[in-house]
Every structure is written in structure tokens, then in C-alpha cells.
T-cell receptor, first 114, second 112 residues
Framework: DGGITQSPKYLFRKEGQNVTLSCEQN?????MYWYRQDPGQGLRLIYY???????QKGDIAEGYSVSREKKESFPLTVTSAQKNPTAFYLC?????????????FGPGTRLTVT | SQKIEQNSEALNIQEGKTATLTCNYT??????LQWYRQDPGRGPVFLLL?????KEKRKERLKVTFDTTLKQSLFHITASQPADSATYLC???????????FGTGTRLKVLA
């Protein structure tokens, strides 16, 4: 089965700690994305990558970092600099080079920082 | 400023009726517009894509229209069923980059 996996589904961290969210896809897609979803708000783009070893900031990149060392993987690190890290995080992928194709989303990771 | 707006209030309809959801946008000129379904606690699932030169697109009980003059897309579910209850998101592709811009979604509840 092809798809996107995110782990873990729930994550709890203490304030001041960095945390890394995993995202893996076996769809052979070039493009990958990270979004954040808060209650009553739409999906907000954090980072995106069109190709291995390259990525761009989205609309709310401050306090986050990513890497794209492999086509299949696009981990997101939530750093201690992120002021309001508690949220639902969604990873997605699509065929790069054309936005006429849909995005495939993972099941999400709910991060709670206290 | 650029905006995508969906009705933030929940839409309740009776089973068997047609549900119509609205997506309005300003200061964009999208070539494509997409609709997704999202169930609570899960990732969105793609439903339909419509191109700017298409007025209407259908898939089973779903229909999407795209009016670039009004800057509006309508999403219809005919013969609605309780299983259609979910939040529906519209999204458009920013023609300047490969970013997708999502609306806040409209929650639909189909009453049995």
C-alpha cells in the first residue's frame, strides 16, 4: 500500500525541549509539505520541499526546521523558539512541478507542549 | 490582502437533500481549485480538482463549479447521507509558487 505515515500520533513535550516529527512517504512523490492546523483556522504552511536537499519556508516557518536528505522522508523539528507549538501537524506530498495534482496527507501528529 | 473564505458556521441539512458549500477568494488568480474532506483528528482527503477553464466538474454525487469572474467555487453533495458529515476544505494553488492555500473549512452535518 502506498501512502504517507506520520509518527507518533500523539506527542507530549515539556516547554523548552526540541521535538522532531516524522513523515515518510512511499508514493515516489518529489514534493512534500508540512502544515499546522489549529482549531478554527485553516491549514497553515510551515515548510515545503520540491526536491531532495532543497526546501523553502512557508508562511509560518519561525521556530521550525526541516531537512530533506531522502526523497521519502521530510522530518520537522519544532524548536524551543516556537512560541505556541501545541497544534495538530500534518505532512503531505504531491507530484512536484505541477500544482494540478492533489496532495496526499498523512494521519497527523498531535503535539502538546506543557 | 489575499484571502480564501469558507463559511465558518456549520451547515446542518436533512438526509437526502443537496448540500452546497461556498469558497470565495480575493487577490488570487488560481489556475486550479481543489476540494478536500477532513474527518475529526485525521488528515484531509482529496475529492475534486477543477481548472480555471472548466465551469463544472462532477464525480458521483459530488459537483464543483468554478466562477473566476465571481472568484467563487461551489461544492455540492446531492442525495446527502449521514456518512457525508465532515469538514470540507477548499484549496487553491498559488500560481507564483507551488504552495497550496487552504480555506478554514466548513463543517457539514447530515441529519438522519
Amino acid at each position: 500500500d502506498g501512502g504517507i505515515t506520520q509518527s507518533p500520533k500523539y506527542l507530549f513535550r515539556k516547554e523548552g525541549q526540541n521535538v522532531t516529527l516524522s513523515c515518510e512517504q512511499n508514493l515516489n512523490h518529489d514534493a512534500m509539505y508540512w502544515y499546522r492546523q489549529d482549531p478554527g483556522q485553516g491549514l497553515r504552511l510551515i515548510y515545503y520541499s520540491q526536491i531532495v536537499n532543497d526546501f523553502q519556508k512557508g508562511d509560518i516557518a519561525e521556530g521550525y526546521s526541516v531537512s530533506r536528505e531522502k526523497k521519502e522522508s521530510f522530518p520537522l523539528t519544532v524548536t524551543s523558539a516556537q512560541k505556541n507549538p501545541t497544534a495538530f501537524y500534518l505532512c503531505a506530498s504531491s507530484i512536484a512541478g505541477s500544482w494540478q495534482y492533489e496532495q496526499y496527507f498523512g494521519p497527523g501528529t498531535r503535539l502538546t507542549v506543557t | 490582502s489575499q484571502k480564501i473564505e469558507q463559511n465558518s458556521e456549520a451547515l446542518n441539512i436533512q438526509e437526502g437533500k443537496t448540500a452546497t458549500l461556498t469558497c470565495n477568494y480575493t487577490n488570487y488568480s488560481p489556475a486550479y481549485l481543489q476540494w478536500y474532506r477532513q474527518d475529526p483528528g485525521r488528515g484531509p482527503v482529496f475529492l475534486l480538482l477543477i481548472r480555471e477553464n472548466e465551469k463544472e466538474k462532477r464525480k458521483e454525487r459530488l459537483k464543483v463549479t468554478f466562477d473566476t469572474t465571481l472568484k467563487q467555487s461551489l461544492f455540492h453533495i446531492t442525495a446527502s447521507q449521514p456518512a457525508d458529515s465532515a469538514t470540507y476544505l477548499c484549496a487553491l494553488a498559488d500560481s507564483g509558487t507551488y504552495k497550496y492555500i487552504f480555506g478554514t473549512g466548513t463543517r457539514l452535518k447530515v441529519l438522519a
